[in-house]
């Protein structure tokens, strides 16, 4: 009863705050303390949830513009706040005059339907019921496209049963709408709890996962499909949990933009992180957490996630399976398995895949990553790429014309995709292999190949850089010391990032401008790079750590194949050879015997449909054999 009081007290002035404070993006950092008591959790979690809903609603009455009306994300903020509300119906019918296409349309409209039920006008339902049945919508190409997509057709279908397909833009009934949209999100599931997900530890687009399933959790009619929404928020947050240093995502990414590469707190996942979490600030604007926070408070994150976000003081390494898009042509398999690869310390964090395709775009294969006291503006990273840019390439994955793939990928708002000194994407020609808190890195790029060269990151945040004689280049990045081993000649270039221009209604439109961090660049068609990270507090002085690292016994050749053999800092014999499994110890690697999970807190076989999460004494299994969460706090 006195946290229920408590609980409600917080609220209520947590909600008085949050109308009159800064937003949460231009504040203070938030403080690193794990908040013990469950029901100050919920309050503050509520906080920011409100925060977020409140920010949106008043958007429009800050705008300088008096000719800007309100959006559809503004329209589903007032609504929640129950403001406005004949604005409101006047608007959407309005909006609903000129109906979008595809999950970025469908999703927003949603949450306005949903929301409006009891508060829009009956001409204004009326025009949203309408737009359903005239304007054809896209399904869209990619995973997260399709998981809005069927979420919404699913929730649109159960808020108007019984209806022939003459009056949906599909031709089907309710009913086939129902089924076909459940079918995929079950199969959809089946697959990221078997053999991973494909967009795996996403920046940006965890936005495009977590809205449809809160949506499903808080207004699907059949308790099947909201307790399954709410199984793949705990599934999702938990990889979260188990990938952040302080709410930063680490590690690779699936898809990643330009800027949030190098800027990781700059991206859609430091948003829930803040939101969940409460440990680091969120992305400007909030971006896609404005559709979130419409229906957050009926999500409680278990505390056995929030504990592994900001309750960890080992270092661990953490293997997941993980799964490429889908390739349509130029390979044996359909979705390739991806092998991950995590090593979280307290100051630093290194992570990789195995290397080769996942998304021929946006993908990030492997990096370096450290703590910094607020990560707003800083670039605290390291990695190398090859910067493949190819029409086959783009071919695997997409059902396009092959003239036209690559020219089109800038106009579509991903412009470094055709740029040789870019920073973004995967190869065919890079293998990595991870051992702690060592990354080898090797290429083996073919005559003729577009951008034949390797680009390395170093920030501007680093100091005390240091090209060495012994080839080693050395640097410190927070309370992380670096040796960045690069195996052919190089060069530096500045680093140019991109900055976003107004579209005026017209395609996506670009500058670039010098960020202060620089690129090595090496242009050799054989080549590798040797990383290894450390923590400062590990040596007396960074003196220390170079003659350490000058002492590990160190060998390569390029020619005719790419091989390093090297002891690594952490005692590790490892023998890389490009196109053959990594040798530790004397042993290959064998990558048959990855499992979903396995780490100190997420374990899952692959396989399974179920996941173990655990922190301490608290153990939390999701099962999707069963349909079954449950929670045990085990004993000392």
Same mark, same amino acid.
């Given at each position: 009863?006195?946290?229920?009081?408590?609980?409600?007290?917080?609220?209520?002035?947590? =909600?008085?705050?949050?109308?009159?404070?800064?937003?949460?993006?231009?504040?203070?950092?938030?403080?690193?303390?794990?908040?013990?008591?469950?029901?100050?959790?919920?309050?503050?979690?509520?906080?920011?949830?409100?925060?977020?809903?409140?920010?949106?609603?008043?958007?429009?009455?800050?705008?300088?513009?008096?000719?800007?009306?309100?959006?559809?994300?503004?329209?589903?903020?007032?609504?929640?706040?129950?403001?406005?509300?004949?604005?409101?119906?006047?608007?959407?019918?309005?909006?609903?005059?000129?109906?979008?296409?595809?999950?970025?349309?469908?999703?927003?409209?949603?949450?306005?339907?949903?929301?409006?039920?009891?508060?829009?006008?009956?001409?204004?339902?009326?025009?949203?019921?309408?737009?359903?049945?005239?304007?054809?919508?896209?399904?869209?190409?990619?995973?997260?496209?399709?998981?809005?997509?069927?979420?919404?057709?699913?929730?649109?279908?159960?808020?108007?049963?019984?209806?022939?397909?003459?009056?949906?833009?599909?031709?089907?009934?309710?009913?086939?709408?129902?089924?076909? +949209?459940?079918?995929?999100?079950?199969?959809?599931?089946?697959?990221?709890?078997?053999?991973?997900?494909?967009?795996?530890?996403?920046?940006?687009?965890?936005?495009?996962?977590?809205?449809?399933?809160?949506?499903?959790?808080?207004?699907?009619?059949?308790?099947?499909?909201?307790?399954?929404?709410?199984?793949?928020?705990?599934? =999702?947050?938990?990889?979260?949990?188990?990938?952040? =240093?302080?709410?930063?995502?680490?590690?690779?990414?699936?898809?990643?933009?330009?800027? +949030?590469?190098?800027?990781?707190?700059?991206?859609?996942?430091?948003?829930?992180?803040?939101?969940?979490?409460?440990?680091?600030?969120?992305?400007?604007?909030? +971006?896609?957490?404005?559709?979130?926070?419409?229906?957050?408070?009926?999500?409680?994150?278990?505390?056995?996630?929030?504990?592994?976000?900001?309750?960890?003081?080992?270092?661990?390494?953490?293997?997941?399976?993980?799964?490429?898009?889908?390739?349509?042509?130029?390979?044996?398999?359909?979705?390739?398995?991806?092998?991950?690869?995590?090593?979280?310390?307290?100051?630093?964090?290194?992570? +990789?895949?195995?290397?080769?395709?996942?998304?021929?775009?946006?993908?990030?294969?492997?990096?370096?990553?450290?703590?910094?006291?607020?990560?707003?503006?800083?670039?605290?990273?390291?990695?190398?790429?090859?910067?493949?840019?190819?029409?086959?390439?783009?071919?695997?994955?997409?059902?396009?014309?092959?003239?036209?793939?690559?020219?089109?990928?800038?106009?579509?708002?991903?412009?470094?995709?055709?740029?040789?000194?870019?920073?973004?994407?995967?190869?065919?020609?890079?293998?990595?292999?991870?051992?702690?808190?060592?990354?080898?890195?090797?290429?083996?790029?073919?005559?003729?190949?577009?951008?034949?060269?390797?680009?390395?990151?170093?920030?501007?945040?680093?100091?005390?850089?240091?090209?060495?004689?012994?080839?080693? =280049?050395?640097?410190?990045?927070?309370?992380?010391?670096?040796?960045?081993?690069?195996?052919?000649?190089?060069?530096?270039?500045?680093?140019?990032?991109?900055?976003?221009?107004?579209?005026?209604?017209?395609?996506?439109?670009?500058?670039?401008?010098?960020?202060?961090?620089?690129?090595?660049?090496?242009?050799?068609?054989?080549?590798?790079?040797?990383?290894?990270?450390?923590?400062?507090?590990?040596?007396?002085?960074?003196?220390?750590?170079?003659?350490?690292?000058?002492?590990?016994?160190?060998?390569?050749?390029?020619?005719?194949?790419?091989?390093?053999?090297?002891?690594?800092?952490?005692?590790?014999?490892?023998?890389?050879?490009?196109?053959?499994?990594?040798?530790?110890?004397?042993?290959?690697?064998?990558?048959?015997?990855?499992?979903?999970?396995?780490?100190?807190?997420?374990?899952?076989?692959?396989?399974?449909?179920?996941?173990?999460?655990?922190?301490?004494?608290?153990?939390?299994?999701?099962?999707?054999?069963?349909?079954?969460?449950?929670?045990?706090?085990?004993?000392?």
């Amino acid at each position: 009863m006195k946290s229920q009081l408590f609980l409600i007290l917080s609220l209520a002035t947590l =909600i008085a705050i949050s109308a009159r404070a800064q937003p949460s993006y231009e504040g203070p950092h938030p403080e690193l303390t794990v908040v013990e008591d469950a029901a100050q959790r919920r309050a503050e979690y509520l906080q920011r949830v409100n925060e977020v809903i409140t920010w949106r609603a008043g958007l429009i009455d800050r705008d300088p513009d008096p000719t800007k009306k309100l959006d559809i994300a503004t329209i589903s903020a007032k609504l929640v706040l129950k403001q406005d509300i004949d604005q409101c119906s006047e608007r959407v019918i309005e909006l609903m005059k000129e109906p979008g296409t595809g999950p970025f349309w469908m999703f927003p409209t949603v949450g306005v339907a949903f929301i409006g039920r009891d508060l829009l006008s009956p001409e204004a339902q009326a025009s949203i019921r309408e737009a359903w049945r005239t304007a054809f919508q896209l399904r869209g190409d990619t995973e997260n496209h399709f998981a809005m997509y069927y979420t919404a057709l699913y929730l649109m279908s159960e808020l108007y049963p019984n209806e022939p397909g003459n009056s949906w833009y599909t031709g089907k009934s309710s009913e086939e709408n129902l089924a076909e +949209s459940r079918e995929y999100l079950i199969d959809w599931m089946d697959l990221m709890t078997t053999v991973g997900q494909g967009e795996f530890n996403p920046t940006h687009y965890i936005g495009e996962y977590a809205v449809p399933m809160i949506f499903l959790t808080s207004w699907a009619k059949d308790p099947e499909m909201r307790l399954r929404g709410k199984m793949a928020l705990d599934w =999702i947050f938990a990889g979260l949990a188990a990938n952040t =240093i302080n709410g930063v995502l680490r590690g690779p990414n699936a898809r990643v933009g330009d800027n +949030s590469v190098v800027e990781r707190w700059n991206c859609l996942a430091s948003v829930f992180s803040w939101l969940n979490f409460g440990n680091c600030p969120p992305q400007k604007g909030y +971006s896609f957490g404005n559709y979130y926070a419409l229906a957050a408070s009926n999500y409680e994150l278990p505390e056995v996630i929030y504990r592994i976000a900001t309750d960890r003081k080992d270092s661990f390494v953490q293997r997941d399976l993980k799964r490429s898009r889908h390739r349509w042509r130029y390979s044996d398999v359909g979705k390739a398995p991806i092998y991950k690869t995590t090593y979280m310390a307290k100051d630093y964090a290194v992570g +990789s895949y195995q290397g080769g395709m996942a998304d021929p775009i946006q993908t990030h294969v492997w990096d370096v990553t450290w703590a910094v006291p607020d990560p707003r503006g800083i670039h605290p990273t390291m990695f190398s790429v090859h910067p493949y840019s190819a029409s086959k390439g783009m071919q695997m994955y997409f059902n396009v014309r092959p003239d036209t793939m690559v020219k089109a990928v800038a106009a579509e708002g991903k412009p470094s995709y055709d740029e040789p000194d870019k920073l973004v994407g995967c190869s065919p020609y890079e293998q990595v292999f991870q051992d702690l808190d060592t990354i080898v890195a090797l290429y083996d790029i073919p005559q003729g190949v577009r951008f034949p060269q390797i680009n390395g990151f170093f920030s501007k945040d680093l100091v005390n850089l240091t090209e060495d004689e012994s080839g080693w =280049i050395f640097a410190q990045g927070g309370e992380t010391y670096l040796a960045y081993y690069p195996l052919a000649d190089y060069e530096w270039i500045p680093h140019l990032g991109y900055r976003n221009l107004p579209r005026n209604g017209g395609p996506y439109r670009f500058e670039r401008y010098d960020t202060g961090s620089k690129v090595l660049t090496s242009p050799h068609l054989k080549n590798g790079t040797i990383v290894q990270a450390a923590a400062a507090s590990e040596f007396k002085s960074f003196s220390e750590f170079q003659a350490a690292i000058r002492a590990l016994p160190l060998e390569f050749t390029l020619d005719p194949t790419p091989t390093v053999t090297m002891r690594t800092l952490r005692g590790k014999n490892i023998v890389c050879t490009y196109g053959e499994a990594p040798i530790v110890d004397g042993e290959p690697l064998d990558y048959t015997k990855w499992k979903l999970f396995e780490g100190p807190y997420l374990n899952a076989e692959k396989g399974s449909r179920k996941l173990t999460i655990t922190h301490g004494r608290l153990k939390r299994i999701l099962d999707f054999n069963t349909l079954t969460v449950s929670d045990t706090v085990m004993a000392e």
